[in-house]
């Protein structure tokens, strides 16, 4: 049996754009995505913390060091520039591995600067 786990997080990023004309995405600072795990055009979960909006899309690699958070296409509708959102990636293990695994957490400043990046969650508290 496998199970789908959390892989990956960037936690409370800030919207920086929105671009509906796009083919869509969404475009993520580079550095963000290799700290929590994610891959480019691998598939993530959205959550937009100001209006509880939850959908899917896939990333795209933004220029290093650049705090790029951009919905793009359809996405785009979904969000606010200024808006918090929590990018989540799962990935498939089997009962070995799920029992093992913690995912990477990347908490990110005000500018989508990676703060702290930790392979822990728990309800209620965050090591």
């Known amino acids: 049996m496998n199970l789908t786990m959390l892989k990956g ?3 409370r990023a800030v919207v920086t754009q929105a671009e509906l004309n796009y083919v869509g995405s ?6 963000l995505l290799e700290a929590a795990g994610i891959l480019e055009y ?3 979960q959205i959550v937009d913390v100001q209006n509880g909006n939850r959908f899917e899309t896939y990333t795209i690699a933004g220029e290093p060091g650049s705090g790029m958070i951009c919905l793009n296409g359809a ?4 969000v606010q520039v200024g808006d918090n959102v929590i990018i989540m990636c799962y990935a498939s ?12 957490v990347v908490f990110v400043d005000e ?17």
């Open 75 to 78: 996405a785009a509708r979904q």
């Open 111 to 127: 500018k989508n600067k990676a703060t702290r990046v930790t392979n822990y969650e728990k309800h209620g508290e965050l090591g």
């Open 93 to 104: 293990y089997s009962d070995k591995e799920a029992k093992e695994h913690k995912p990477k």
């Open 9 to 11: 997080k960037i936690h």
């Open 26 to 31: 969404i475009t993520i600072d580079s550095e």
């Open 42 to 44: 691998e598939m993530v």
